[in-house]
T-cell receptor, first 111, second 115 residues
Framework: RKEVEQDPGPFNVPEGATVAFNCTYSNSASQSFFWYRQDCRKEPKLLMSVYSSGNEDGRFTAQLNRASQYISLLIRDSKLSDSATYLCVVGRSGNTGKLIFGQGTTLQVKP | DTEVTQTPKHLVMGMTNKKSLKCEQHMGHRAMYWYKQKAKKPPELMFVYSYEKLSINESVPSRFSPECPNSSLLNLHLHALQPEDSALYLC??????????????FGDGTRLSIL
């Protein structure tokens, strides 16, 4: 079983749709959580950190459920430019600086 | 524009060549990372430098040799690579490499092809 699991998709949605991605992690001692976005042949870019209280940045909302060990990302009012691969990333506990990446979920927003 | 700069953007080399990849950041970050990424896969961690000291080597073959000359610079020296080493090599940095993991900021990568 992978330490961080995501549904690879692809998720094909029309413009304006709301789409949600989930991610589960297996290490209960994990302490930090992030969503990254990666466009084709580009580098991963930090989309948002995920906090226990949940956080929102414009059309994007991230939630963390420590009890169930899952993280979610909600995108409202999808734009064509949201088409990308979304990587769920978890930081292990301890002084390592090591991040564990999920396989990524591909989103295609269509006109 | 990314705040982590990598050069070169593209590199083609033969299996007997020696080359180096370079990475630079001026954000005052004290942790720097090398990742390898194959198509349709997530980045795989290779090395972590924390305060200019190598803190993690993910059992990377010795044909890859990292170097951190100072807190802003990170190099990856390549020698006698194999065709399967062809990939996107990503450098990243974060504020520190200790305590609670912080987000990492990636450069735009070097696309490496081994002939």
């Amino acid at each position: 079983r992978k330490e961080v699991e995501q549904d690879p998709g692809p998720f094909n949605v029309p413009e304006g749709a709301t789409v949600a991605f989930n991610c589960t992690y297996s290490n209960s001692a994990s302490q930090s959580f992030f969503w990254y976005r990666q466009d084709c042949r580009k580098e991963p870019k930090l989309l948002m950190s995920v906090y226990s209280s949940g956080n929102e940045d414009g059309r994007f909302t991230a939630q963390l459920n420590r009890a169930s060990q899952y993280i979610s990302l909600l995108i409202r009012d999808s734009k064509l430019s949201d088409s990308a691969t979304y990587l769920c990333v978890v930081g292990r506990s301890g002084n390592t600086g090591k991040l564990i990446f999920g396989q990524g979920t591909t989103l295609q927003v269509k006109p | 524009d990314t705040e982590v700069t990598q050069t070169p953007k593209h590199l083609v080399m033969g299996m007997t060549n020696k080359k180096s990849l370079k990475c630079e950041q001026h954000m005052g970050h004290r942790a720097m990372y090398w990742y390898k990424q194959k198509a349709k896969k997530p980045p795989e961690l290779m090395f972590v430098y924390s305060y200019e000291k190598l803190s993690i080597n993910e059992s990377v073959p010795s044909r890859f040799s990292p170097e951190c000359p100072n807190s802003s610079l990170l190099n990856l020296h390549l020698h006698a690579l194999q065709p399967e080493d062809s990939a996107l090599y990503l450098c990243a940095s974060s504020l520190t490499g200790t305590g609670v993991n912080q987000p990492q900021h990636f450069g735009d990568g070097t696309r490496l092809s081994i002939l």
